[in-house]
């Protein structure tokens, strides 16, 4: 930039005391001569690096996906081809689905052999369930027997008491020739027909209670013996459950292995270092990259020196030359700049700072959006080039920029090659 600016200089010179000798070429004006573009350049510098600074370390980054396969298995197709644009969803490669679906259709098999264990489990608590009703229902018919027994009971020990009375006072009676004897015998009698009587309620008592303490077979089961058989019911009711739910989550993670045998292109872009074929043999590794996905989307970052940016805001205009697009200007603005390098990190560690080893200081990247006129250029990944920023002070230097970057973007038309080619 200097030497072109110098070169004008020196042509505006020469045509002024040389060529038209407008002014006397004398020792008074060539010292001014030699002395003003070293001023002048050097004002002009000081001003352009601080109001419009620039740099020639412009970097074109895209987004890099390394392809790995998420299922281990042989890549049967692979219709991708090299260094091709792909859209979203195209197929990258096929690995052989057999084992997969084999697996799928083993797991469906024994889902629905689970399922219908769930439901003769299910079954079998309903009727345990229904027995239970039944033991409750002859529990309480038991109860009912047992309370009109012990009223019998009851009742027939009350009468046998009285008619054990009229007998001794019957028998009192004909001992003293005032009774009658055919009395006598009646109440004997009734005596006699109330304790069998007794005898039998009593037995019949004892019957209900033996059945309600279970001491008798029979065809009701206790309650507290159905509800130990609901509950070892229910039991394996939610094992069965669970191990449903255990083979389902093995099904779907079964079926999404199957899905993963077809691996297609993430996004927008180009696919590089395809060197995979059918027969290789894929594995599902994170580290075991098989092929690389390049992003259509990309970010530029200009990288200045520190003391450059403290006149450089979000929003500031931003133009841009690459060297593969010789003699164009790429228009954009400033997003934002990264406050941030691996110079200013420290690691963990047991260890003290190292402040013998002074490293020198780094450069801070700015971030720039590609205007919308220019957002359909194809912008290589690794691209690089210079970049210039306009702050909002001092517009009047920014002409000067302006030029010299253009002028700089012609220049990438130059190309400097020498070759030698050696022949037998």
Known sequence: ?????????????????????????????????AI???VAIAILLLLLNI????????????????VVS????????????????????????????????????SLEARLAAEEAKVGADRAR????????????SGERELHEQLNQATGQVTSLTASLELARKRVAQNTELVAAGAGNRFDLEQSQTNVNELTAQLATARAAEQQVREKLSGRVGGDLASVAEVKAQIATAQAQVKMSQAQVETTRAQLENARWDLTQTTVVA???????????????????????????????????????????????????????????YPGRIIKGHVDSIIWAQAQGQLEASGDLPRTSMSLPPGRFPVKIIVAEKDKALFLAAGARGSAAIYTEHLTLVHIIRKVLLRVQSYFDYIIIKHSISLGH
């Open 266 to 324: 993430p996004g927008n872009g180009t696919m590089v270092n395809v060197m995979l074929r059918p027969g290789f043999f894929v594995a599902g590794m994170p580290f075991n990259e098989v092929m690389t996905y390049v992003d259509n989307e990309y970010q530029i970052f200009a990288l200045f020196g520190q003391n450059e940016l403290h006149q450089v805001k979000a929003g500031n205009h931003v133009e841009v030359t690459l060297d593969t």
């Open 70 to 105: 998420q299922v281990r298995g042989r890549v049967v197709e692979v219709p991708v081809e090299n260094n091709r644009p792909v859209k979203t969803g195209d197929v990258l490669f096929r690995i052989d689905p057999t084992p997969y679906q084999n697996e799928v259709r």
């Open 36 to 38: 003003f573009p070293v």
């Open 51 to 66: 109001f419009a600074p620039t740099t020639s370390d412009v970097r074109v980054v895209n987004y890099i996906v390394p």
């Open 125 to 136: 608590l309903g009727e345990v369930q229904a027995r239970l009703t039944n033991a409750q």
């Open 1 to 33: 930039m200097e030497i072109l600016l110098l070169g004008i200089y020196s042509f505006f010179v020469w045509l002024i005391f040389i060529k038209l000798k407008l002014l006397p070429w004398t020792t008074p004006w060539k010292v001014a001569v």
